[in-house]
């Protein structure tokens, strides 16, 4: 796309707010537990981290679905967690448990963290994964870089686990604004570095998850969900023009007209619980949106999994558009739905 020529992929084209012939498709987590060949790596490879920085092996995993699948975009194997541990922060990834960390809490916690312009240097092996990806990937497929947004990582770094609530960051917030200001405004920073490497070395696409954007009240939210991905975004734009980014804000409700309008993001990607006709109408006007299957029915597949595909696609496939689920593929999933889904996908037209 640097020489100025429209984008010939599916997924570029969607995103430069073209409609495609009929919509790309991808899914979130669409490498992982649920592919027996997945499983065969991670068995192999030790720790979960250390698949992440092994370039052969996580180049491999990226590859999986797409070897099974043919979707048109592959999303670099590698984790949100990898931001804090560049940082400093001790991250473990414990089997049954997800992920556990030295929690950061106070402004001397903030303090100890590494600078992130480190980050670059630290995540070199993430780097090598994307170029080698760039250089073995189908023509047609599309690369998709991708980072936590600011506030989903800090819930990590301050609670030390995943939490159903995100308690520990939101009381930092509400009683020590300033200080939990200071971690998101070096989480901006990390960000916008481990992005920026994963274009140079070959990412064609960015998405910004916000898992847990959600759990903040309207205030927190436009403050710590909000500005921070506008902020990553008008960086990004600066140093690469031509690179489209998608944001999660996973929970955004009624904000999600707000955010996707003042973050200046090419495309917004759905939860599970935004309405379809509610998103044609304020959303996808706006620019690409994608989503936002549930996952559990590619778990349950069948008629209700096929019915409900096809309300997604009548909904938003007259303008861009790019099939997903509202979340990540889960571990019980069969693999046989995921094909299913695809083939119902890459046969509809609108
Ligand atoms: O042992 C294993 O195999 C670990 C399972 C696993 C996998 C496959 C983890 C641990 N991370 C990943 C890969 C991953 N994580 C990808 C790879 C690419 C793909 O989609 O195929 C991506 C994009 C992520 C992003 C990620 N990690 C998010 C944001 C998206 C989301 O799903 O909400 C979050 C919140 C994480 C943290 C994390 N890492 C791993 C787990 C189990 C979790 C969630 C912990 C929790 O529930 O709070």
Redesign the pocket.
Known sequence: MSDGKAPQKKLLKALAGEKTDGPPIWL??????YLPEYRKV?ADAGS?LDLCYAPALAEEVTLQPIRRYGFDAA???????VVPDALGQKVA?KEGE??VLEPVTDAAGIAALKSPAGVKAELAPVYETVSRLRASLPPEVTLIG?A?APW?VAT?MVGGR?SPDQAAAKLLAYREPETFQSLIEILVEATVEHLSAQVEAGAEVLQI?D?WAGSLPEPSFERFALKPVKAIRAKLKARFPHIPVIAFP?GAGGMAERYFRETGVEGLSLDTGVSPAWAKAHLQPLGCVQGNLDPLLLVAGGDEMRAQARHILETFGQAPFIFNLG??IVPQTPPDHVGELVKLVKDWRS
Not at 75 to 81: T, V
């Open positions: 979130m987590r669409q490498a992982g537990r991670r979960f999303i670099l194997f590698s984790d949100i967690l990834f997800g992920p991708f936590g989903t990590y995943g998850f898992t996973r979340h990540g």
